[in-house]
């Protein structure tokens, strides 16, 4: 997959929609993908920080897991952690 096909993504923990992808971070030692910044959505903001408007932040890619397992039928994709432990895996840009 090339990293252009994943900006815009949606992103869904336990089938709450959380956000999309609007840029992706690498390390610049390793070449290795180690973030997403993502939009959170309204409500997602609202539920795992406390923020009443939409918010950007960055998502360690730990939280996503394996491509097999967390892109699902409709090219979205599912966070492979709990809901309730979303939150330590974000952090401001």
Known sequence: MKYNELIGKELFCENMRVG???NIIID??????????VELRKEAAFELLGVKSTV???LAIS?????S?????NGEIDLQVARGQLRIYLRPP
């Open 20 to 22: 999309k992808i609007i």
């Open 28 to 37: 610049g030692e390793e070449w290795k993908v180690t973030h997403f910044e």
């Open 56 to 58: 950007r932040n960055v």
């Open 63 to 67: 939280a996503v897991g394996p491509a």
């Open 69 to 73: 397992k967390a892109i699902n039928k």
